[in-house]
């Protein structure tokens, strides 16, 4: 291998973590706000649900409920291989349609992270 490869190679590795990190960063700094603004006990059915639908692909809806890990793996889904916004999008429309309660208990009591 080049040196010129090998220094592409180690730019686009440097790259992707800045990238990532600021991804997370700006995750956090969301999950955040959601909470001071929605309350961290309340139930956050209506804004994960069309966060899902209109941003599923960021995974902002995970973080808002909580779901760091799986948010990074949403995003990460989107950028390699396209599903993220197909997931969001059918994980909005389930969080739309159960009822308040049960998405509670489900997903900010049960801490269920997928569908």
Partial sequence: MT???KNFGD??????????????????EFSNEAKNTFG?????????????IVLGWTGVHK???G???EGIIQILLSFLC???GIIGLIEGI???TKSDEEFYQT?????KPWF
């Fill in 63 to 65: 973080f808002l409920l």
């Fill in 3 to 5: 040196d010129d490869k």
């Fill in 82 to 84: 396209g599903i993220g």
């Fill in 67 to 69: 779901y760091t890990k």
């Fill in 107 to 111: 997903y900010q009591i049960g801490r």
């Fill in 11 to 28: 730019d686009i590795e440097k790259g992707a973590k800045e990238v990532f990190e600021s991804a997370k960063r700006a995750a956090n």
């Fill in 94 to 96: 389930i969080y739309l």
């Fill in 40 to 52: 961290s006990e309340e139930n956050k059915k209506l804004i994960a649900g069309i966060l899902a």
